[in-house]
């Protein structure tokens, strides 16, 4: 059973909803000013939350959300450095008023929006940018301290990590790309350190995307691939979060790449001494991984087609796992192994910030969409987490993604994933108008019975 407290929450990302990216004194951010592909509408005005804010969280309100986790934009509240404070009243109105509904705003300070001018200036590569969020991050702890109980720090800083060399057309080096991550690391620890001696009435923690690997057989070779994988992709993050240490395996598997990052005797104290209270995670699928020999490849996919590194690992089917139509694999017990790989590891309060299916939606005449596939896929998790929870793992709560539909990170709005439906297209801006799903009306029962009724 869900205790009574258990949040029931959705999620969203600032530079997936928002849009308004140019307004209001907002400094462009790396999505801003990527490319994005051909004759597409333009994917900055995204759902144009910024100018539907109000309407939106009386739509989540209708719902039943007890909480609503979305992210703050670096670049919206701090341009090139210096306060915004029409930034800052965004989110003020924004808190405000879900909690004057009754949802508790769950806070990612970092969804993949890096301020462009920090870009310019080298990024993660560049040590001055831990400084920066550091003053952004106590500048948010001050300002919203009071009203939020639940930070994360950096949303699925291993998926930004692990596209890293992809994302920069392979212009970076994977000691580049690792020294970034490192900086990130240390970067989170320094926000920790000053939210928990700040004296802060909340708690904080990580969002990395975390699932179980699993071997692609049961030869002894093929479970020390998904060990490494696993290592590589999940407890590399976690470990340095949790217990302020880099993973062993993962370190191994780094310096077979020539990426073992320079760690100095500072930046060991600093993740040492400032942990996280909880663990978010993001979960949408499980990996699969075979033994890949010295002379194999090493390739870079998404967080479906996973990481292969020669002398380690490679990735491989499951062909015991169905597919969504965009070709991502469907594993609800995959949910159970991987929150109690993460329990019996670290022992501490688990939120799960995204899980979701992506499906093309149909507006159909009437105003209705049928998207029985995405309540399918929802319940078969929940099902799951209850199995956790009745089998003792220590839930805060479940946020789906997303609440209401947002641009994908690299499918545009083809691919949805809202219990709200968002009327444009990735070629026409069309009215944006709200609709309410059949996933809407579903999870309001589910949410309504505490996830007795799913
Ligand atoms: C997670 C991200 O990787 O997965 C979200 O935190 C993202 O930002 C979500 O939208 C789904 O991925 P995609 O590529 O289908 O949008």
């Not at 109980?149 to 057309?169: D, F, P, V």
């Not at 020390?224 to 880099?246: C, Q, T």
């Not at 191994?252 to 104290?269: C, F, G, M, W, Y």
């Not at 597919?323 to 688990?350: C, N």
């Given at each position: ?194 939210y928990h001696d700040g004296g802060y ?242 999870y309001q029962t589910v949410i309504s ?6």
């Amino acid at each position: 059973m869900f205790n009574k407290n258990f949040l029931w929450g959705a999620s969203t990302s600032a530079y997936q909803v928002e849009g308004a990216w140019n307004e209001d004194g907002k400094e462009p951010s790396v999505q801003d000013v990527r490319q994005v592909p051909k004759d597409t509408t333009d994917f900055k005005v995204a759902a144009d939350h910024y100018h539907h804010w109000q309407e939106d969280v009386a739509l989540f309100k209708e719902l039943g959300l007890t909480a609503y986790r979305f992210s703050i934009s670096w670049s919206r509240v701090m341009p090139n450095g210096k306060v915004n404070p029409k930034g800052v009243a965004f989110y003020s109105q924004l808190i405000d008023e879900l909690k004057k509904n009754g949802i508790e705003p769950i806070v990612t300070v970092f969804h993949f929006d890096l301020p462009a001018s920090l870009k310019e200036v080298g990024g993660w590569g560049n040590r001055q940018t831990i400084d920066a969020f550091a003053t952004y991050c106590h500048f948010l702890f001050d300002t919203f301290g009071d009203r939020v109980t639940y930070w994360q720090t950096i949303n699925e800083q291993n998926m930004l990590t692990l596209a890293g060399k992809l994302l920069s057309g392979n212009q970076k080096s994977w000691k580049d790309i690792f020294q970034e991550n490192h900086h990130m690391l240390v970067a989170q620890a320094k926000v920790m350190g000053i939210y928990h001696d700040g004296g802060y009435p909340g708690k904080i923690g990580p969002a990395p995307n975390i699932c179980a690997v699993y071997p692609a057989t049961s030869s002894a070779e093929d479970q020390l691939a998904a060990d490494y994988m696993s290592a590589f992709r999940n407890w590399l993050y976690l470990d340095a979060a949790v217990y302020g240490i880099y993973n062993v395996q993962a370190l191994e598997v780094l310096r077979s790449l020539d990426a073992e990052p320079e760690i100095t005797e500072e930046d060991r104290k600093m993740m040492k001494e400032n942990t996280c209270d909880y663990v978010a995670f993001n979960y949408y699928n499980t990996a699969c991984a075979k033994a890949n020999p010295v002379s194999g490849t090493t390739e870079q996919g998404d967080q479906q087609k996973g990481l292969t590194v020669a002398g380690y690992f490679a990735s491989a089917e499951n062909p015991t796992l169905p597919k969504t139509e965009f070709g991502w694999t469907i594993d609800p017990v995959g949910l159970r192994v991987t929150a109690h790989q993460i329990y019996s590891r670290y022992h501490l309060p688990m939120l799960i910030t995204e899980n979701g299916l992506g499906g093309r939606d149909v507006l159909e005449e009437d105003g209705t969409i049928h998207d029985n596939y995405r309540i399918d896929y929802l319940r078969d998790h929940i099902v799951e987490l209850k199995k956790c929870v009745d089998e003792g793992l220590p839930f805060i709560g479940y946020c789906p993604w997303s609440a209401i539909d947002v641009i994908s990170t690299h499918e545009g709005m083809r691919k949805r994933y809202g219990f709200i439906y968002v009327n444009r297209s990735d070629f026409d801006l069309k009215d944006l108008k709200r609709y309410k799903k059949d996933s809407f009306y579903w999870y309001q029962t589910v949410i309504s019975s505490n996830g007795q009724t799913v």
